[in-house]
């Protein structure tokens, strides 16, 4: 199986107050330097580039490009940072969404252009997604994330920012093609960046009323593209109207209107072949990746399991115990326990033969049944190899209700059969905590006990 990366449940704290015309929105605590903000959103925009369709239409570039800059010129002085790399690039999905990366790397969705009506509701999408690199939302985030170094978090950072079914085009690089909700911004810094995105659409002469008009275009949108940037983007409550709000206190007079290069923009769209869903962009990296390598790295014999055990904590989330002779191995979309000659890379991609896999993955879903469903059938949607043998059986994990469900798969690593165990709970924000089982079928009967154990041994910080 492949490893994904624990994914870290925060809290975030919005400081506000009204002064000057305008609310004061000030950037939460950050352990990381700018300059790591660069480092971190330029390793994670170099993975988008290889994963995402990008488009390389001049006319729509260049339109994106012209906004990103008409916004970077206006960012406040005490937010302005020389180090920081701005660029501003369009994906050629359909799904609505948009994101930003720490240091200054933008992408947005060419649905998202689609789905607007006038240039300053696309302006108003790109003001807070800039608004959160200004703020330094994700490194903030990050700052909470333990141990994990800079390169174990480019690979959550551009897992989770991009989030949903769109961050699920950079999960297939993973085994579960799930977008970790790792940097997944709560609702406090969402409106931080409403509130800074509505001050930086004045500055940039845009009537800052067309980003609430454009969040309401969102919500009205039926099917899988509807939900893509709200899930990733929640409302903190009342959005339109603290965004028109601070609109009113703003004043901008003689706001810009739509120039025609929106219009023609959106013209040559349509006349362009339709943008493919990020589930079939999805599709066809896995299937380019199958095309496949030999396995590298450590795999080999493989020692049983020992008797005694070593406890870790993983950042502030859980506490687990694992046989002493495994090691622990935080790869870019999770946290891993398996012994020596059952680890190493195929296809560039981390496996493992024997051990356990544990993380978070955001789900929309309510009741745990719902999201456990939904977390098997992406599993096979990645990689149809993996089939659900029976039924999810009820059991315990952490003091709380949770599932446990039999899985089959033939190894990247060996090419043979092995058996999974799913384990999963809900955290209490209604994410998803899994712990998976892996081992070879014909090892499993020995391999079964343990992850029972190691599943019992668990327990939750949340």
Known sequence: MKTRLLTVALALTLLSSAIGGQTRVTPPDNKYTPAQDVE??????????????????????????????????????????????????????????????????????????????????????????????????????????????????????????IGGRVGSVIAQGTQFGLGASFLRFGREYEKQADIMGAQLMARAGYDARAMAAMFRTIEKQDGANGPEWLSDHPNPGNRSAYIEKEATMLRVSNPVTDSGSFDRVK??????????????VAKTNARDRQEGSAPTGSLGRVAPPSSRTRDYTEGNIFRISVPSNWRELPGSSAVTFAPDGAYGQVQGQSVFTHGVEVGIVRNERHDLDTATGDFVRSLAQSNPRVT????????????????QTPLDNVSDATGDRETILLFTTRMRDGTLFYVIGVAPTTEFRDYEPVFQQVVRSIRLND
């Open 40 to 161: 971190l959103g330029l390793q994670a925009a170099a993975e988008a580039r290889q994963q995402l369709p990008i488009m390389r239409d001049d006319a729509v570039s260049s339109y994106v490009e012209r906004l990103g800059q008409r916004l970077t010129a206006v960012i406040p002085p005490d937010l302005q940072r020389s180090e920081f790399k701005y660029s501003f690039e369009t994906v050629n999905v359909r799904e609505i969404n948009a994101f930003a990366l720490p240091g200054g790397p933008m992408f947005v969705n060419r649905g998202m252009i689609e789905a607007a009506n006038s240039e300053g509701e696309v302006v108003g999408v790109m003001a807070h997604e800039l608004s959160h690199v200004l703020l330094r939302h994700g490194t903030a985030q990050a700052s909470k994330a333990g141990k994990y170094q800079m390169g174990q978090v480019a690979g959550a950072v551009l897992g989770a920012i």
């Open 267 to 280: 013209a040559h769209l349509r006349t362009l072949p339709k943008a493919p869903s990020s589930e079939e």
């Open 388 to 403: 659900q043998r029976a039924e999810p059986l009820p059991t315990a994990m952490a003091g709380r209700r949770a599932l």
